[in-house]
C-alpha cells in the first residue's frame, strides 16, 4: 500500500469515472484530488502538493494532451498517466497510459508505479 501523503489529482468530466478512481485509489492509501475541468486541475496543481495525475485525453472541451504539455513546461517532475478510450493517442509524453475500459489493477498498478520514492523510514 502507498503512503497517505502521496496525492493522485484524477481529471475527467466524467464523474463517475472519478468515483471509480477515487474509491480504489483511497482504498490503496492514496489521498485523491478530483478536477472536472481543467480549470480545476490548474487549480489542484498550483494550491498543493500532487505527486500523481491521472488525466483524461478529453476533459468537457478541454484538450488533455495540451494541458500534459503545460505541466511538463511548468510541472517536469510531475508524473502524468493519461485515461484515453482511444487506441490512436500515439507517445504524447505521458508517463503511462491507461485505456478506458481499465480494469481496478491497471488503474492502482500504474499509479502505484508512477509514485515517488518513499523516504526511508529511520530506525
Known amino acids: 500500500m502507498e503512503s497517505p501523503s502521496h496525492t493522485v489529482l484524477v481529471v475527467d468530466d466524467d464523474a463517475s469515472i472519478r468515483m471509480l478512481c477515487r474509491l480504489n485509489l483511497e482504498f490503496d492509501?492514496?489521498?485523491?484530488?478530483e478536477a472536472g475541468s481543467l480549470a480545476q486541475a490548474r487549480e489542484h496543481v498550483a494550491a498543493g502538493r500532487v505527486d500523481v495525475v491521472l488525466l483524461d485525453v478529453h476533459v468537457g472541451s478541454g484538450d488533455g494532451v495540451e494541458f500534459l504539455q503545460e505541466l511538463r513546461r511548468d510541472r517536469p517532475e510531475l508524473k502524468v498517466a493519461m485515461l484515453t478510450g482511444s487506441d490512436q493517442l500515439g507517445d504524447v509524453g505521458s508517463d503511462a497510459v491507461?485505456?478506458?475500459?481499465?480494469?481496478?489493477?491497471?488503474?492502482?498498478?500504474?499509479?502505484?508505479?508512477?509514485?515517488?520514492?518513499?523516504?526511508?523510514?529511520?530506525g
Do not use: E
Open 98 to 122: 491507461i485505456p478506458k475500459p481499465f480494469t481496478i489493477w491497471q488503474l492502482t498498478s500504474t499509479v502505484a508505479g508512477l509514485a515517488p520514492p518513499r523516504p526511508p523510514t529511520a
Open 29 to 33: 492509501g492514496w489521498r485523491v484530488l
